[in-house]
């Protein structure tokens, strides 16, 4: 009954949206296999004993966002947030992403091993 809330919030987004939110409802399913997605705060929310990430619908973006998300950025600055637990990114569209700097050090490290060698 749960997973048909989340299948109706989805389904009632405009078509780029819609695709983001689904995109991102298969990646969370196929790291976490076990959760469970809900409405809670008028949102779908996965959960696994507790809630850990949720999607937000606005105007021009889809959130995506964690639960303790402050810890899983720990200042890297890859997610937004205006508070002390909860952190986000803002999703535009579900094709092609913006390299982030996560993405850009990674490959700067893979050139210098791959130099030193």
Same mark, same amino acid.
């Given at each position: 009954? #749960?997973?048909?809330a989340?299948?109706?919030?989805?389904a009632? =987004?405009?078509?780029d949206q819609?695709e983001?939110?689904? %995109?991102?409802?298969? =990646?969370v399913?196929? #790291?976490?296999?076990?959760? *469970?997605?809900?409405? *809670?705060?008028?949102?779908p929310?996965?959960e696994?004993n507790?809630p850990?990430a949720y =999607?937000?619908?606005f105007?021009?973006h889809?959130?995506?966002?964690f639960?303790?998300?402050v810890?899983v950025?720990?200042?890297r600055g890859l997610l937004?947030?205006?508070?002390?637990v909860?952190a986000h990114? *803002?999703l535009?569209?579900?094709?092609?992403?913006?390299?982030?700097r %996560?993405d850009?050090?990674g490959?700067?490290?893979?050139?210098?091993?791959?130099?030193?060698r």
């Amino acid at each position: 009954m #749960a997973e048909r809330a989340v299948d109706a919030y989805v389904a009632a =987004l405009p078509a780029d949206q819609r695709e983001i939110a689904e %995109a991102v409802r298969g =990646l969370v399913k196929a #790291a976490a296999p076990n959760a *469970k997605e809900s409405i *809670k705060w008028a949102q779908p929310v996965c959960e696994d004993n507790c809630p850990f990430a949720y =999607l937000r619908a606005f105007r021009n973006h889809v959130n995506f966002g964690f639960w303790r998300g402050v810890e899983v950025d720990a200042g890297r600055g890859l997610l937004e947030t205006s508070a002390s637990v909860m952190a986000h990114v *803002k999703l535009r569209s579900a094709g092609g992403h913006r390299p982030c700097r %996560a993405d850009r050090d990674g490959q700067e490290g893979r050139a210098a091993e791959q130099g030193a060698r």
